[in-house]
C-alpha cells in the first residue's frame, strides 16, 4: 500500500505532467500565430514584387495565378491605381509607390510581433524544459523509493 | 502594449500641431457678403458658429489671440483618420474621433506663445476617452450585488478563455473575495484537467464532472456549492464556440437559464483586431455580453480592437490580458490607457 509520501509524490508528478501538458497546448498556439503570422509576411512581400514588376512590364501584361499552379497573362488596366486594404476593412485607392511603401510598414509591423511571439515561445519552452527536468528528477526518485523497498 | 499605434498617434499628434502652430497671425480676410434686410416673412437664419473675418481680427488685435478653423486643420485630420483606420480602429470608432478631436479644437482661441501640443494632446485625449468609454469596475460590481456573483465566460476557440478564467479568479482572490470555478467547458478535450491545475495553483475550489457531461449540470453544481458554503464569486468556464454553431449556441442558452448568471463576459484576443470587434458583436446579439475581456494585448501592435470594441458593441472592456503569468491581466482602465497612448502628455 503506498504511503502518504508516495501519494504525495505521485500527485505532485501528475500536476508536472498537467503543466507540462498546458504549456504545450499554450506553445502550440503561438508556433500557428507565428506560422500566420510568416505566411501574412510572405504574402505582403510577393505583393511589393508584383507591384514594382507590374510597373516596369512591357503592355502591363502579367502572370495571373489561378490556382492549381496554372497562370494565365493578364492585363493591368491601371498599375498605378491599386486598392490597399488598410485595416478595419477598409480598402482604399493608392498608387503604386504608396501601396508598396504600406506593405513595407505592414511587413515591419509583422516582424516586430513574430519576434515577439518568439520571446513569448522560448520562455515557454525554457519553463517546459525546467518541469521536464523535475518530472524525470521525480521519475528517478520514485524508482529509487521503489527499487529500496523490495 | 500597442506600440505600433502610439507611435502613429504620436506622428498624427505632431502633424496636427504644427497644423496649428502654422496658423498665419493675420487671418486670411473672406467675401464681403452685403448684409440685405430680411425678405417680408422670412426670418433672419441663424447665425453659424464659424467666427467670421471680423471677429478673428477683433480676437487677434484685442485678445492676442488666434482662432483654429476647420481648414487649418483638415489635412492633419485626414492623416489621423489614416492613422487610426491602419491600426484596424473600426470605421464607426475612427468617425467619432474625428468628430471629437474637431469639435474640440475648431473655433477654439489660442493665446499667442500657448501650447499647441497641449492643446490637441487635450483634444485627442478627450476623443479617445468618449470611444473607450468608462471601464468596468468587477470589484465595486461583486461588492454592489447579492452573493454569490456568478459570471458567465464565453467566446471563440482558443482565445485564451480558460486561462482568462484562472487569471480573474486569481486577481478576485488576491482582492479578497472568496471564488469557485465552475469547469463548464466539457468538450474540449483536457479542458477539466487544465482548470483543476490553474485552480490548484492559485488555491481556488473548483467543481467538476466527467468530460463530455452537460455543462449546464456543472455550473448548477457550482452555483449550489457557491450559496451553501456562502461564495463570493462564481466564475464559470464554458467551451468555445462560434454564434454559427445553433447546437452549442442552444447549450448556451440553456447554460443561462439554469446559472442564471449575473454577468455574461465576453472573451477574444486583442491581437484578431477589428474580427474580435465584429465577433463580439456577434455574440452580443445572439447570447447578449455584459462586458469584454481581451487577451494577448501584450502582443498586439496595433490596438484596434482595444480602442473599438466598447463603443462599437457599447459594453465596456473589463480586463486586459497582457501575459503568462496569473498576474498579468489588468483591470482596464481608460485613462490609464490613453496616457500611455499619448506617453508623457
Given at each position: 500500500m503506498a504511503t502518504n509520501t508516495q501519494q504525495a509524490e505521485q500527485r505532485e508528478l501528475m500536476m508536472l505532467q498537467q503543466y507540462l501538458k498546458d504549456y504545450g497546448q499554450q506553445a502550440e498556439i503561438f508556433v500557428e500565430q507565428l506560422n500566420l503570422l510568416e505566411n501574412a509576411r510572405m504574402e505582403a512581400m510577393a505583393a511589393i514584387e508584383a507591384l514594382e514588376a507590374m510597373v516596369v512590364a512591357e503592355d502591363n501584361t502579367v502572370l495571373l495565378q489561378i490556382g492549381g499552379g496554372a497562370s494565365v497573362r493578364a492585363k493591368v488596366l491601371e498599375p498605378e491605381k491599386v486598392l490597399v486594404a488598410?485595416?478595419?476593412?477598409v480598402v482604399i485607392e493608392r498608387t503604386n509607390n504608396e501601396a508598396v511603401e504600406f506593405l513595407k510598414g505592414r511587413i515591419m509591423e509583422m516582424e516586430a510581433s513574430q519576434k515577439k511571439v518568439s520571446e513569448t515561445l522560448d520562455k515557454l519552452r525554457a519553463q517546459m524544459n525546467e518541469i521536464n527536468k523535475r518530472l524525470e528528477f521525480g521519475y528517478q526518485q520514485s524508482m529509487a523509493g521503489q527499487q529500496a523497498e523490495e | 502594449m500597442f506600440g505600433g499605434l502610439k507611435e502613429r498617434l504620436q506622428a498624427a499628434r505632431n502633424r496636427l500641431s504644427s497644423s496649428i502652430g502654422a496658423v498665419v497671425a493675420t487671418p486670411v480676410a473672406e467675401p464681403v457678403v452685403p448684409h440685405l434686410p430680411p425678405a417680408a416673412g422670412t426670418t433672419e437664419p441663424e447665425k453659424t458658429a464659424a467666427p467670421g473675418f471680423v471677429e478673428k481680427v477683433k480676437v487677434l488685435v484685442l485678445e492676442r489671440e488666434l482662432i483654429v478653423s476647420d481648414k487649418n486643420i483638415a489635412e492633419a485630420l485626414s492623416e489621423l483618420e489614416m492613422t487610426l483606420l491602419e491600426s484596424d480602429v473600426a470605421l464607426p470608432v475612427t468617425d467619432a474621433i474625428i468628430i471629437s478631436v474637431r469639435k474640440n479644437l475648431v473655433g477654439r482661441h489660442r493665446k499667442i506663445g500657448e501650447s499647441v501640443d497641449a492643446m490637441v494632446v487635450s483634444a485627442l485625449k478627450s476623443a479617445l476617452l468618449e470611444v473607450l468609454g468608462?471601464?468596468?469596475?468587477l470589484k465595486e460590481y461583486i461588492n454592489t450585488?447579492?452573493?454569490?456573483v456568478k459570471i458567465l465566460f464565453t467566446g471563440v476557440n482558443g482565445t485564451g478563455k480558460t486561462t482568462s478564467v484562472a487569471k480573474i479568479g486569481s486577481y478576485l482572490h488576491k482582492q479578497g473575495f472568496s471564488v469557485v470555478i465552475g469547469?463548464?467547458?466539457?468538450?474540449?478535450?483536457?479542458a477539466i484537467e487544465q482548470i483543476a491545475v490553474h485552480a490548484e495553483r492559485i488555491g481556488i475550489k473548483v467543481i467538476q464532472h466527467q468530460e463530455g457531461a452537460d455543462p449546464s449540470a456543472v455550473l448548477f453544481d457550482t452555483v449550489q456549492y457557491a450559496i451553501s458554503h456562502k461564495i463570493d464569486v462564481v466564475l464559470a468556464d464554458t467551451a468555445g464556440r462560434f454564434h454559427t454553431k445553433s447546437n452549442l449556441m442552444n447549450q448556451l442558452d440553456k447554460i443561462k437559464r439554469v446559472m442564471k448568471p449575473d454577468l455574461v463576459i465576453y472573451v477574444d484576443e486583442a491581437v484578431a483586431g477589428n474580427d474580435a470587434v465584429i465577433r463580439a458583436a456577434e455574440f452580443d446579439r445572439t447570447v447578449g455580453a455584459d462586458a469584454i475581456v481581451l487577451t494577448k494585448a501584450d502582443m498586439d501592435s496595433r490596438g484596434g480592437a482595444a480602442i473599438s470594441i466598447a463603443h462599437t458593441i457599447g459594453k465596456p472592456l473589463m480586463f486586459l490580458g497582457v501575459g503568462q503569468?496569473?498576474?498579468?491581466i489588468i483591470p482596464f482602465d481608460p485613462a490609464g490607457v490613453v496616457d500611455e497612448l499619448l506617453d508623457g502628455a
Open positions: 488598410i485595416g478595419a476593412e | 468608462k471601464g468596468f469596475d450585488h447579492p452573493r454569490p469547469a463548464g467547458d466539457t468538450y474540449r478535450a483536457g503569468s496569473y498576474d498579468d
